[in-house]
């Protein structure tokens, strides 16, 4: 039985596979991926079978043009051996009920549209917004959680999520040196 639910912590490494396996390192190079590098997701949610993570899809805090706010979402992705079942829908149902809930007003991404469609995305008012980098503006789509959230959004879309919490320098070597300046002796 497949549960929807937010990602934990400790599930990076397996999302991250996962998306490796459903999008090879190509990923990296999506103007999309500008928008995400080194931020945190608003949302994340993985669909889980027991302990294996099967589904993921993760939401991203974006503005579209100078005045408007929104969320990126993506990339959604299923397990190969786990697709054709519904869990890519289940997610996306999940993701934008929780992005409503948490009150934001729409939701961007670049994917199909004849698949995004059944979720309420489409072209129709995004076609004066822009990503950072190359993209085929046909798979630009949008979906208004609010009803006219998206009605005259223009420019750019840029990054607004926070970024991610990193140890400061500072930070890293205190956990090397003793109290006494010595380097601390370091695990095999």
């Not at 608003?42 to 993760?58: H, K, P, Q, S, Y």
Request: aromatic share 4%.
């Amino acid at each position: 039985m497949v549960t929807v639910r937010k990602e934990r912590p400790a599930e990076a490494a397996a999302r991250d596979a996962l998306l490796d396996l459903a999008y090879g390192p190509a990923r990296f190079t999506k103007a999309s991926e500008r928008l995400r590098e080194g931020r945190r997701a608003e949302l994340a949610l993985v669909a889980a079978e027991g302990r294996r993570i099967v589904g993921t899809v993760r939401l991203w805090r974006v503005s579209a043009g100078p005045d408007r706010r929104a969320l990126l979402l993506g990339p959604l992705a299923v397990a190969p051996d786990r697709r054709r079942r519904g869990i890519g829908s289940t997610l996306m149902h999940h993701a934008l009920r929780e992005a409503a809930r948490l009150r934001h007003d729409a939701v961007l991404l670049v994917g199909d549209a004849p698949y995004y469609s059944r979720f309420g995305f489409s072209s129709e008012k995004t076609s004066a917004l822009w990503l950072p980098g190359p993209y085929e503006r046909h798979r630009l789509l949008g979906c208004e959680l609010k009803p006219g959230a998206l009605d005259g959004a223009r420019g750019l879309i840029g990054a607004r999520s926070p970024l991610e919490q990193r140890p400061d320098l500072a930070t890293l070597v205190a956990g090397l040196v003793d109290s006494d300046n010595s380097v601390a002796p370091r695990a095999a």
